[in-house]
């Protein structure tokens, strides 16, 4: 059975940082791109940050373009989303992703298949 249970998560002052993590386990994901969606309190599920099956072709919401990085590890099966510069907007449950597809640049919710549970978010101002 696939899982992807993200860590990381917590409560932040404005300007700080985090590191997410997601963690896959059930099968191995390295020909699969993996991203990074959120869902701020009271709005619908947003794209942050997904890249490809090897790492390349990063692509990112224009509102974390330059605080946000993502990145994976393919020998542990594991995503990232490295953080910087919070602010109170991107106060959020976070939920990483695998798509069924290997490419990069996507950022739709349909072109990814499994979810993990989520990890709360908070930046205080």
């Known amino acids: 059975q696939v899982q992807l249970v993200e860590s990381g998560g917590g409560l932040v002052q404005a300007g700080g940082s985090l590191r997410l993590s997601c963690a896959a386990s059930?099968?191995?994901?390295?020909?699969?791109?993996m991203g990074w969606f959120r869902r701020p309190p009271g709005k619908e599920r947003e794209f942050v940050a997904a890249?490809?099956?090897?790492?390349?072709?990063?692509v990112y919401a224009d509102s974390v373009k330059g605080r946000f990085t993502i990145s994976r590890d393919n020998a542990k099966n594991t995503v990232y989303l490295q953080m910087n510069s919070l602010k109170p907007e991107d106060t959020a449950v976070y939920y990483c992703?695998?798509?069924?597809?290997?490419?990069?640049?996507?950022?739709?919710?349909?072109?990814?298949?499994?979810w993990g549970q989520g990890t709360q978010v908070t930046v205080s101002s």
């Open positions: 059930g099968r191995t994901f390295s020909n699969n791109a």
């Open positions: 890249i490809n099956w090897g790492g390349g072709s990063p």
């Open positions: 992703a695998v798509s069924r597809f290997s490419g990069g640049y996507l950022t739709r919710t349909a072109d990814f298949d499994y």
